[in-house]
């Protein structure tokens, strides 16, 4: 059965049931994500996947009688259903696929897909067709379920899907596409790599239900300005252990002569007594610099900083404010469970960051020798 099929099927009653099998949360989710979409007044705005247009509707009430909203659907009965409403401002309703937008490039100024990417044929390039009518400064808010990796978000599927497999009415027996659908969606940070590969930049990210519900969001940026950037850059992570020192001879390795180079080390914390913070903060930033020693001489663009804070959430919003690349960080080789009770940097910046992330492991980019 194709997906628009389906959803005829559901039609006037989708949005009684995606409240009830959402535990009333699917409403605070449409909201938060409009609120991130931040319509203005006179607006353009498309909602991809709209259904039976609850969040369209809440858009053309923000963009006001001057702008243009706009809901897309693939399926003929949630159009019928979005129709119903009265509606001051009016919508355009349009019957149509996501990977195939009926629209001009660099057309709308905000662009929305919520509940409706994983159910596409092919997600990504759904997604690359929202960057394309997106102008550019425009913002992308993405709403949807994804494939989780924490253990929170795993529980969460489970339960979804123990749910809907046992709706078997006729009326509802649709329904079983809800987890079934997780299958076919990106991971949170999938989702996050291909938005800022297609353009979108300072690509943020918020969770629920561990990470099986996310709303990712950010800005399409000026592809002048990007090529004016010049190469891409990396973001090193160090805290002075021999792991991520180790790091060096890698990037010494692999990295192209002038390739900007980010070496950060995050104060982890506060203490009452001025003295002993000063000496940390200056240990800190020997890591740092001791770093910097290890990498050859003149061949990259290499700068160091010092921050304060947690050091999982401060790299990572770091790296999302430099826009930084690909972040390394080493990698001691703990267990999960033991890496989650010490706060394991390297595996918060995997499951966080929203560039690629390599873990290097102790010992693999070192040179051992052996005993003489």
């Not at 913070?277 to 663009?301: N, S």
């Not at 290499?302 to 959430?313: I, K, N, Q, R």
Request: aromatic fraction near 6%; charged fraction near 20%.
């Amino acid at each position: 059965m194709e997906t628009p099929e389906l959803f005829n099927q559901i039609a006037s009653h989708y949005e009684q049931w995606s409240n009830v099998l959402s535990g009333e949360g699917i409403r605070a989710w449409h909201h938060f994500a409009v609120e991130q979409l931040d319509i203005r007044p006179g607006e353009s705005v498309l909602d991809v996947g709209c259904g039976t247009g609850v969040v369209t509707r809440m858009l053309a009430e923000r963009a006001g009688s001057l702008g243009q909203v706009t809901g897309l659907d693939p399926s003929k009965a949630m159009l019928a259903e979005a129709r119903r409403h009265v509606q001051f401002p009016p919508v355009a309703w349009v019957e149509g696929e996501g990977e195939h937008l009926p629209f001009p490039n660099e057309h709308f100024d905000a662009v929305t897909a919520q509940f409706s990417l994983r159910n596409m044929r092919d997600w990504s390039a759904g997604l690359r067709e929202m960057v394309r009518v997106l102008k550019p400064g425009g913002r992308l808010v993405l709403l949807d379920i994804v494939q989780p990796m924490s253990t929170l978000g795993s529980l969460a599927w489970n339960g979804l899907k123990a749910v809907t497999q046992h709706l078997t009415g006729s009326h509802v027996k649709a329904y079983q596409w809800l987890g079934m659908s997780v299958e076919h969606a990106p991971t949170r940070l999938e989702l996050l790599t291909e938005a800022s590969r297609l353009g979108i930049d300072a690509v943020t990210a918020h969770g629920w239900l561990g990470d099986l519900v996310v709303a990712v969001s950010g800005k399409k940026g000026d592809p002048t300005a990007r090529a004016q950037r010049g190469p891409l850059s990396v973001m090193w992570a160090v805290d002075g252990s021999a792991t991520a020192l180790g790091v060096a001879e890698g990037l010494n390795r692999m990295l192209a002569p002038g390739c900007p180079i980010h070496i950060v080390s995050v104060v982890p914390g506060a203490t009452a007594d001025p003295e002993l913070q000063e000496t940390d903060e200056r240990t800190w930033r020997q890591h740092a610099e001791a770093a910097k020693r290890r990498l050859l001489p003149g061949r990259f663009q290499v700068s160091v900083t010092l921050l304060h804070g947690d050091p999982g959430p401060t790299l990572v919003r770091y790296q999302i404010e430099q826009q930084v690349a690909l972040c390394v960080v080493g990698q001691k080789g703990r267990s999960r469970r033991a890496d989650h009770y010490a706060g394991s940097v390297a595996r918060y910046l995997s499951d966080h960051a929203t560039c690629a992330v390599l873990m290097v492991p102790t010992g693999l980019l070192t040179p051992v020798h052996p005993a003489i």
